[in-house]
């Protein structure tokens, strides 16, 4: 055998490295004794000789001695041997990490004489199972001047479970305890991550992929009450599957894709369809700090198909958040006008010193919705109605970052509304002043 930086094909005593008498003397007798019994009576003695005279023997605890000869490994420590588990045969040449070994039967905690070894490194085992439990608890105070009246409200107590049952497998379900005070199951689906997470295979009831603010978690929203389009308009959970796919380094790329009942959670059981509703989004992002959003989305709510179109933007750093988004609501065979539903903000962020308060943030928020209908017909007609009328609003606020923004903010708005003469508002979309605790954990 040969060690580290002998040339290919050369003995034991032909090593361009220099090594001491000593080191030779032991080369010499565990070369020339491949039987065990001589092997256990020489080695103690040559350890206790070298280890006296060489600062290049290495012995750990608790298991077999290890002896170095000429190699050193990354961490500047010259290696030799490799220890062998109980009674394996070795035969000459090498192991698989291309370490070579002489022949013989060696015991467990005895050592075969090898050339240079490579560090081990320990071995990183990932996570199978993981447990994530996360909670949004948003509790509000408002006050409309027109009606002289006041409320308080918990408008979400959201409570989630996600986490990984294998490294390819995650899962997810949350519950909202108090969702404009009723009980709803939100999330309840399976992934499944290829490719390094690159493609995503998801199956259950979630958000569809669908515009922007939509698709904003309660603690995730700039302001107390959602826009028009997060709320009114394109606000979709429902039972299908989607394929999603990221790529991209220059301008990261993120398609998402899917079919739906349009049965939602509850109304699943005994429904059958001919025809998916489908959604279908992709996202751009340029320069780390621009948003590029185009969705489409075909749903069939009762008597009519409906087709939406969204486009949307943001930029964001840390100072700033501008966003503007556009939404187009369409229903067949005209029957209801197309809906024109706008959304568009500023966020301006000043980060303080003080040790309770991080983050103030200044808001101003300006929305539009024409006339809207749900979808539903009117059970007296039979024809699509006006359920939302008419209007504009412009919102300004500040939001109090008690710790890292969307963790523990208190957003404080006033919300102006603009109806036309005739419309008659519903009792909560009217002017008011809210005041809200938002807490994520």
């Known amino acids: 055998m040969c060690f580290r930086g002998a040339p290919e094909g050369g003995s034991s005593w032909k090593c361009n490295t220099r090594v001491t008498a000593l080191q030779h003397l032991f080369q010499t007798f565990a070369d020339a004794t491949y039987n065990y019994p001589v092997m256990k009576r020489l080695i103690p003695l040559l350890v206790l000789l070298v280890s006296a005279t060489s600062p290049i023997l290495a ?48 015991p467990a905690g005895q050592s075969a004489i090898a050339g240079a070894l490579p560090a081990e490194q320990p071995a990183t085992k990932e ?27 918990v408008r979400n107590a959201r409570f989630s479970l996600s986490g990984n049952v294998t490294p390819l497998v995650s899962y997810k379900a949350e519950i909202d305890l108090s969702d404009e005070g009723s009980i709803k199951m ?49 606000n979709v959970r429902d039972v299908g599957a989607t394929l999603g796919w990221s790529f991209g380094q220059t301008v990261p ?19 059958w369809t001919r025809s998916f509703n489908y959604s279908a989004k992709a996202r751009f992002r340029f320069a780390e700090r621009v948003n590029l959003s185009l969705s489409i989305q075909k749903t069939h709510p009762d008597i009519v198909d409906i087709h939406m179109y969204d486009v949307g933007a943001y930029y964001e750093n840390p100072l700033w958040h501008i966003e503007a988004e556009y939404l187009r609501k369409n229903y067949a065979r005209d029957a209801f006008s197309g809906v024109n539903v706008v959304d568009a903000f500023v966020c301006r962020n000043v980060p303080l010193k003080s040790r309770a308060l991080k983050q103030l943030s200044i808001l101003a928020r300006y929305d539009y919705m024409s006339d809207h209908s749900t979808g539903v017909a009117d059970p007296a007609t039979g024809t699509l109605v006006t359920d939302d009328p008419e209007r504009h609003r412009v919102t300004g606020g ?44």
Do not use: C, W
């Not at 996360?134 to 308080?152: I, M, N, W």
């Not at 992929?209 to 939509?214: K, L, Y």
């Not at 939001?399 to 009792?427: K, W």
């Open 398 to 441: 500040v939001t109090f970052s008690l710790g890292l923004p969307f963790r523990a903010d208190i957003r404080v708005n006033y919300e102006a509304y603009f109806y036309r003469a005739t419309a008659t508002p519903a009792l909560s979309e009217q002017d008011k002043f809210v005041a809200e605790f938002m807490v994520r954990f």
């Open 59 to 106: 012995a750990t605890p608790g298991s077999a001695t290890l002896f170095t000869t000429v190699g050193t490994l990354p961490a500047g420590q010259s290696a030799a041997t490799v220890t062998l588990p109980a009674e394996q045969p070795v035969t000459e040449g090498t192991l698989p990490g291309g370490q070579s070994v002489t022949e013989g039967t060696l």
């Open 253 to 271: 790329v993120t398609l998402e894709g899917g079919l739906f009942n349009g049965s939602g959670l509850t109304g699943q059981k005994d429904y």
């Open 127 to 153: 996570p199978t199972f993981t447990v994530q439990l996360h909670g949004t608890v948003r509790a509000k105070f408002e006050y409309q001047p027109d009606l002289g009246k006041s409320r308080f409200e």
């Open 186 to 234: 939100l999330d309840a689906y399976a992934r499944l991550n290829m490719l390094h997470r690159k493609l995503r295979l998801t199956i259950g009831q979630m958000r569809v992929p669908f515009t922007i603010d939509a698709h904003r978690s309660p603690h995730e929203q700039y302001f107390a009450n959602r826009s028009f389009i997060a709320k009114q308009a394109g």
